[in-house]
């Protein structure tokens, strides 16, 4: 099934919404999204361009979401925006609303007498609300979500299966937990003494801000003594770890495998590919970019592209891995070099 | 306890099975398998040479499987087949076979009153099972599994512990989830805003083709909008991560920490090593092999072996480790030649 | 809140519980531990020296840990120690002892008739405790714990929220598995036959001992026929592996992402910074290092410090990350050199 029905809108509709211009009727009615080649005639659809353009021409979508410069087939509906791709997020957003159920309190969960939890809130079975935890209005627990002692997570938040609050953990309003994440546990801290490591207690807390989504068995770590904060809008992939003490700014992008160690700092919006470092201590800036893998060990100036590892800027990372790809060849060439060398020197020694 | 018990089997019998040659007496027992120094002589065991050999020595197993060529001490009974390791798999499923237990609906289970669950099914205690779905015949649901609604689960599947099915989510017959994984929570797609960034509703779907088995902790997520794919037999090791929309191929194995960015496929029987990766978009072709820690930013040709990050062909990468080992050297020695070569410059111009 | 109470203790008994010397009144009292910036008169603090030297200057904490020599602002209590941080990890234990609940069966846990659980136990809401199993003395299990049949779990240990442990998993006494931590599932053992892969049995067993922690997401694997092993005091990260088959050593660091492979072996006090990984069958000596990302593919001696991946010695591969830094430029300067070579040539071809 690669055709996703919801609420209907009429091309013009859509088009006001988005702030599109609509090619062609505007009085089609369209009550899903699908993929330019399952799309129907009542299913929007988007073309980012490039490769993906050839499936435009086939096409039987109601409308198709394209850029203001993108060569349409005769009978395509274009609903044209800048970035389609954006436009489009929005669009199946209006199209098929976001499941969210009704308020519940199932009889099999199991809620702390003296915990705050709304009546607002759907709570699933299995879940477990411990002493003193809060629970703000609209959120939904789903199924095995734990929330530890005196917790505080806010309105509109949602606790997939099996996620873990962590006791004393803060959360925001619209905070999305995906299954399994990790959020408030302690920290790695241990002291290597006479009689071996030794835990450091950990005792900090965590703070996730508005809006924060942590992917599915991600972990964020508690602080040892101060405080983890993750800003608002922030969303961390499945498999991301963020270390004690860390504290990451609003609006950044973390891939898969993404991790932080411990107290480095992130500015705001700043992105980070799949399976990168940043080394603990670190100061990220505002906007600093990281190319899948880098790993940063050193502080990283706002705006940068970063690649590698160790990390440098993303312009000499490239110039380094060409310099790699001609390394054998240069080497045999200074080999021969060098005998070409000696050849002169022994010439001059003979003249 | 490094002996394992099970049913009985002549060594003739297990010759037989396996299309192995017995050497020695065809009617010894063995009931069990284990390692060559622990093994006694109802236990069968297996070398597969090399430094292995010398545990041969001192061997006192009923029967050892070993490659047609292996040297044998005299009084071991040596079972002789190409792949010992094969044959050791196929010898142990039968002489120990999987626990499976009795269909049981455990009172403490949460099922949906309209779900649709095979009488033939183990449901063990606080399982969830969400309105809408289906679970086949004989399928081995453990504690603390999650399926949700009108998820699709066929026969024989094994869920373990805390294993979480999303929405929607199709397994075909003799899927593994181990515990912890997740199959079928949201891709990781954001589109940034004048305001941050902005969920790309998930709304496609993730099948799990027959006998695919994911691993501890490990994720496969839904597509934004199309379907996310793993083929036939393949299997996932713990910690791995399978982003939206991709394809995987059948009888591929990706062990720990390995991931697939977006869009990426994966053709049959592709091995990726421990912590390789894919880039969104890629394709990689049937039977390619990735060394541990490859990462694939371009597509890689069918039967190819890859190696290193940016990946580039495996033989290529080990020059180019050769080469970097061998830099530190070049550049000292490129300083004295131009320093030779300035003499000689010197000279020409002093001549 | 940045300030943690707990119990409270002179400055005088602390500098005698810790081996310090106490400058400034021995009668104050401490009742809690802070953060520099934030302690008050009643919290104790520490300093490492460096760029934290600043903070002194403010505090109002009532004591501070510094080393011997670190100066000190007039009307700061400064308890003197060799090992400030080491000193804290102690201090902190003393005056905000860890929260251990009190004996608990609750009502909603599933306990096996015949499982052996000591009455001292604390067993939360949802816990699952299949036949065989064994619980010792003052164990914590937290909601949705899950120990399979035939475990055996030692005394004050803790399994978090969710964690997991498979059945005939040993665990010996005072062992934490964070929330989620999976511990004797299957390795990942597949032979490829003519249908494709198929699962060796898993048919060892997995022995943690005295004082392991476990991380959160992290996975231990059972052995594929002997045993995995992780020895006594050893901590392991968040979304760590150790695959089947693997033994370490005694009081082990494995950082977050750290990998290691089948059967390989570690031995004791080894460091593993994050992400770095172990080849399968590889030997790791003793209180050997390796630097995070470092990926050992051959054994590393006792004591060895390494770096880079396929990892070297630390000290050769800074050597060689300083060597492809200068690449781009000495390639460079490799063509002109060549160019000059050539002029030389052509002169003493034409002299």
Same mark, same amino acid.
């Given at each position: 099934m690669t055709r996703v029905a919801g609420r209907s809108r009429t091309t013009g509709e859509l088009a006001s919404a988005l702030g599109a211009v609509c090619e062609g009727p505007d009085d089609?009615?369209?009550?899903?999204?699908? %993929?330019?080649?399952?799309?129907?005639?009542?299913?929007?659809?988007?073309c980012r361009g490039g490769r993906w353009t050839r499936a435009l021409a086939g096409t039987r979508a109601g409308a198709v979401l394209v850029a203001p410069d993108l060569e349409v087939p005769d009978g395509v509906?274009?609903?044209?925006?800048?970035?389609?791709? =954006?436009? =489009?997020?929005? #669009?199946a957003s209006l199209l098929v609303p976001l499941h969210w159920p009704k308020p519940e309190r199932h009889v099999r969960a199991e809620v702390a007498p003296d915990a705050r939890v709304a009546d607002s809130c759907t709570i699933e079975p299995?879940?477990?609300?411990?002493?003193?935890?809060?629970?703000?209005e609209g959120t939904w627990l789903q199924a095995h979500a =734990?929330? $530890?002692?005196?917790?505080?997570?806010?309105?509109?938040?949602?606790?997939? %299966?099996?996620?873990?609050?962590?006791?004393?953990?803060?959360?925001?309003?619209?905070? +999305?937990l995906h299954p399994g994440?990790?959020?408030? *546990?302690?920290?790695f801290g241990h002291v290597i003494g006479p009689e071996g490591p030794i835990k450091v207690p950990q005792l900090g807390s965590v703070v996730l801000e508005d809006d924060v989504e942590v992917g599915a068995n991600a972990c964020v770590d508690r602080a040892a003594l101060n405080e983890t904060?993750?800003?608002?809008?922030?969303?961390l992939d499945n498999l991301v770890q963020v270390a004690h003490g860390v504290r990451i700014g609003a609006e950044c992008l973390?891939?898969?495998?993404?991790?932080?160690?411990?107290?480095a700092r992130l500015g705001d919006r700043v992105v980070m590919g799949g399976r990168t470092a940043v080394v603990d201590g670190i100061e990220v800036g505002d906007g600093a970019i990281f190319a899948g893998l880098a790993s #940063?060990?050193? *502080?990283?100036?706002?705006?940068?592209?970063? $690649?590698?590892?160790?990390?440098?800027? =993303?312009?000499? +990372?490239?110039?380094?891995?060409? $310099?790699?790809?001609?390394?054998?060849?240069?080497?045999?060439q200074l080999e021969r070099m060098e005998r070409r060398l000696e050849a002169l020197e022994d010439g001059r020694d003979g003249s």
């Open positions: 089609r009615v369209i009550s899903g999204v699908a %993929p330019l080649d399952t799309a129907g005639s009542e299913q929007l659809s988007f509906v274009a609903l044209r925006v800048r970035d389609p791709r =954006y436009a =489009y997020a929005i #669009a299995f879940v477990v609300i411990r002493p003193g935890a809060q629970v703000g =734990y929330v $530890g002692r005196n917790a505080r997570i806010g309105r509109d938040c949602r606790l997939m %299966p099996g996620a873990v609050v962590m006791d004393g953990a803060v959360l925001g309003d619209r905070v +999305w994440a990790v959020v408030g *546990d302690d920290g904060r993750i800003g608002r809008g922030t969303r973390l891939a898969a495998f993404a991790g932080v160690a411990g107290g #940063a060990s050193r *502080d990283v100036p706002p705006g940068a592209k970063i $690649g590698g590892s160790p990390a440098r800027s =993303y312009a000499r +990372w490239l110039k380094e891995v060409a $310099g790699l790809r001609a390394l054998p060849a240069a080497l045999k």
